[in-house]
């Protein structure tokens, strides 16, 4: 699922998207996918929401990104995020 989703980001506009970036979402793919679909899909939402709150202070401070950004620790971060709080919210 996240080498589809990464995958499509990456052949619409590979400004946005390294393949680099698409090869690590398809091994945090294999390592998450023995702790099910809802963790996959938190995985791709905190690594989104990760990256856009670390681009939100560039931004603001009128900095323009010309060069590419790594998405990958907002991946691996995002993992991270996923497997712990999918543990909280499964003992809830």
Do not use: E
């Not at 080498?3 to 970036?21: C, E, K, N, Q, T």
């Not at 990760?50 to 590419?68: E, F, K, N, Q, S």
């Not at 971060?77 to 543990?87: I, N």
């Amino acid at each position: 699922m996240q080498v589809r989703y990464y995958g499509l980001l990456w052949l619409v506009s590979p400004r946005v998207m390294a393949f680099g970036d698409v090869r690590l979402g398809a091994l945090l793919g294999l390592a998450l996918g023995p702790f099910g679909l809802p963790t996959l899909i938190l995985s791709v939402l905190a690594a989104a929401v990760l990256g856009a709150l670390a681009l939100l202070p560039m931004r603001r401070a009128g900095h323009t990104i010309r060069r590419h950004v790594p998405f990958g620790p907002y991946l691996l971060l995002g993992g991270v995020v996923a497997v712990v709080g999918g543990q909280v919210l499964a003992h809830v």
